[in-house]
């Protein structure tokens, strides 16, 4: 998977929004999303807060962070690292590329942090 998967198109997902990757795509065992940050930034991360069983996708994103809808803990979209309670278990993060339109996910490879 050294070519990454293609996840998206740059125009599937709005800033402030994110794109639950299907299982049977991303090849994970738990799902996994795309998130767009307002700026226009591509991050993913596991899509499923630590917390509590809660899709991270259908929280509210912005300034690099994602806030979950159920008990509003915060995770940085960079690296998965939780930003306030009650989650205190970070979130794993996957590098993105995004390549002649296109946007593509590397499941378990940590994203770059140059």
């Known amino acids: ?3 990454g998967i293609r996840a998206a198109s740059v125009d599937d997902v709005e800033p402030g929004e ?10 994970t065992d738990e799902p996994i999303s795309l998130f767009r940050d307002d700026d226009g930034t591509y991050y993913c991360l596991d899509d499923t807060c630590s ?8 929280g509210w994103i912005e ?4 806030e979950c809808p159920r008990h509003a803990s915060r ?6 690292t939780v ?3 009650p989650a205190t278990k970070d979130v794993a993060a996957h590098r993105v590329e995004v390549r002649d ?14």
């Not at 917390?51 to 259908?58: I, P, Q």
């Not at 995770?75 to 998965?80: A, E, K, T, V, W």
């Not at 946007?103 to 140059?114: K, R």
């Open 75 to 80: 995770f940085c979209l960079r690296d998965g």
């Open 1 to 3: 998977m050294s070519e």
């Open 51 to 58: 917390h509590e069983d809660a899709s991270l996708a259908e």
């Open 18 to 27: 994110a794109l639950v990757l299907p299982l049977e795509l991303s090849r």
């Open 101 to 114: 339109g296109d946007v593509f996910v590397f499941p378990g490879v940590p994203p770059d942090m140059d």
């Open 63 to 66: 300034a690099c962070e994602v």
């Open 83 to 85: 930003q306030c309670l």
